[in-house]
């Protein structure tokens, strides 16, 4: 099955800096990458994915990242506010599979 | 409208007992999907609904686990002899359709705490 990791665990940044958290996955089948932020006491909410055919998806100060070819992805967001302080999970599967593979999670915190 | 609602938020229990974890997907979503999330761990599937069958029971950890789903609604997960190993944030997850592609809406969890 799917194998998706992660890194890092835990991410500081300071406010306006930029952060990336990076994920690989083992399975080429795969063709579908959301992110999901989880806030504290709350679900996860899905904030952006990403489908095989597209190499990069922006929605405003976010962007995900695609490279079929090293089978890893990654999440970029710019200008951090204290409010993007949350747990940020990736996750990969593929067309009609209906399960998703979540990776460890990245615990983003952003100093005002 | 109402979004995916689990209850209870919280459960504290002692090793041994069963417990019963409820979730009300959004209305008319045929996709039901259970998570488990231990603390500082990642999303661990355990078992997806396709309106009231359940097709992939794979990710149920051991035979003490059972889940149902009646009228394509309302789904409930059954830990039978709780261990302190389940202790864990169970969350609940519904979709439009089945459509492996769709976007997950996540309830809050329910906290699992076996003493």
């Given at each position: ?87 940020y999970f990736c996750a990969a ?20 | ?13 002692e090793k041994g007992k069963d ?23 990642g999303l661990e599937f355990l ?69």
């Amino acid at each position: 099955g799917e194998n998706v990791e992660q890194h890092p665990s835990t991410l500081s940044v300071q406010e306006g800096d930029s952060a990336v958290i990076k994920c690989t996955y083992s399975d080429s089948a795969s063709n579908y990458f959301p992110w999901y932020k989880q806030e504290l006491g709350k679900g996860p909410q899905l904030i952006i994915d990403i489908r095989s055919n597209v190499g990069e998806k922006k929605d405003q100060r976010i962007a995900v990242t695609l490279n079929k070819t090293a089978k890893h992805f990654s999440l970029h967001i710019t200008e951090t506010q204290p409010e993007d302080s949350a747990v940020y999970f990736c996750a990969a599967t593929y067309f009609n599979f209906n399960k998703f593979y979540f990776g460890s999670g990245t615990k983003l915190n952003v100093k005002p | 409208g109402a979004g995916v609602s689990q209850s209870p938020s919280n459960k504290v229990t002692e090793k041994g007992k069963d417990v019963e974890l409820r979730c009300d997907p959004i209305s008319g979503h045929t996709a039901l999907y259970w998570y488990r999330q231990s603390l500082g761990q990642g999303l661990e599937f355990l078992i997806y609904f396709q309106g009231n069958s359940a097709p992939d029971k794979s990710g149920l950890p051991s035979d003490r686990f059972s889940a149902e789903r009646t009228g394509g609604s309302v789904s409930t997960l059954t830990i039978q002899r709780t261990q302190q190993e389940d202790s864990a944030v169970y969350l609940c997850a519904s979709s439009p359709t089945t459509d492996a592609n769709e976007k997950l809406f996540f309830g809050s969890g329910t906290q699992l705490s076996v003493l």
